[in-house]
């Protein structure tokens, strides 16, 4: 099973779903966090928030490039996912609904025989 931190192997629409949906989340807590805490200036809570935006944005990439290799593009596709909202938005959906390639390619075997989700 591949890893949630690698960028390599493919995942299926599903998993990519959830994590989009997880991940998209903590982002806008995040990004809600460091808006108030800039006002306040709880400024431990303002890095705190940073950092953890930071994190899941990394994540997203991650599951964004795999989602890439299932649908047979290479990884540098990925970079118009920073792209400020709602592009990046529009390209995360995007990813979330287009069907992977069957069978093995280039990036592994087929995720949907092999993933538990």
Same mark, same amino acid.
């Given at each position: *099973? ?9 995942i /299926?629409r !599903? ?5 989009? *949906? ?9 990004? $809600? ?6 006002? /306040? ?6 890095? #705190? &928030?940073?950092?953890a935006?930071?994190?899941? %944005?990394?994540?997203? *990439?991650?599951q964004?490039?795999? !989602? ?9 596709? &990925?970079?118009? $996912?920073? %792209? ?12 979330? &609904?287009?069907? #992977?390639?069957? #069978?093995?390619?280039?990036? #592994? ?9």
């Open positions: *099973m591949n890893s949630t931190f690698k960028p390599e192997g493919r /299926t !599903r998993k990519y779903l959830w994590m989009f *949906m997880i991940f998209y989340f903590i982002n806008i807590l995040c990004l $809600l966090l460091i808006w108030d805490s800039f006002q /306040t200036e709880s400024w431990m809570i303002f890095y #705190g &928030a940073g950092v935006l930071i994190a899941s %944005i990394s994540i997203l *990439m991650v964004a490039i795999k !989602r890439l290799h299932d649908i047979g593009l290479d990884w540098k596709y &990925a970079f118009y $996912l920073l %792209i400020p909202p709602p592009i990046n938005f529009i390209g995360f959906i995007w990813l979330a &609904a287009k069907k #992977g390639q069957k #069978g093995e390619n280039q990036y #592994g075997p087929d995720p949907r025989k092999t993933d538990i989700v």
